[in-house]
């Protein structure tokens, strides 16, 4: 949605969600989960959620089979078969999303986020190094 910002932000949009993944809808409707990675999925969107004027209005289960479009680009680097796009995906331009940097996720903390290189080197500390007290002068 972050990456979709330019387009929504400014008017009032209708969000529709709509996917095979049961985990992932429960998640965007109720911004609750017991995983510890999706949480702060669930944080970033509900901080989005609060800076537009949209929330999800519709959430609707799609089987795999039913799912065609997200089948098809499931597809695209399978290891031996020609890949062809939906046909509702011929006039779309194909882009990579752009790197995730420690601050574009607005939730993380250096609590938030122990596993961070940041946090592991130090960086983030507030703290005084500690020292030896026997070494103190």
Request: some cysteine.
């Amino acid at each position: 949605m972050r990456l979709w910002a330019p387009y929504w932000r400014q008017r009032r949009v209708h969000l529709y969600l709509r996917g095979d993944n049961i985990s992932s809808l429960v998640l965007f409707s109720t911004l609750k989960t017991h995983s510890r990675q999706l949480a702060i999925i669930a944080r970033e969107f509900a901080l989005d959620l609060g800076t537009a004027s949209f929330k999800p209005e519709v959430v609707q289960h799609l089987p795999g089979v039913a799912n065609v479009v997200a089948d098809s680009l499931s597809r695209k680097f399978e290891p031996g078969r020609p890949y062809l796009h939906h046909p509702c995906l011929h006039a779309s331009k194909e882009v990579e999303p752009p790197s995730r940097p420690v601050q574009w996720w607005k939730s993380l903390t250096e609590r938030s986020m122990p596993a961070s290189p940041l946090a592991k080197s130090g960086a983030w500390s507030r703290k005084r190094p500690r020292t030896d007290p026997d070494t103190e002068t």
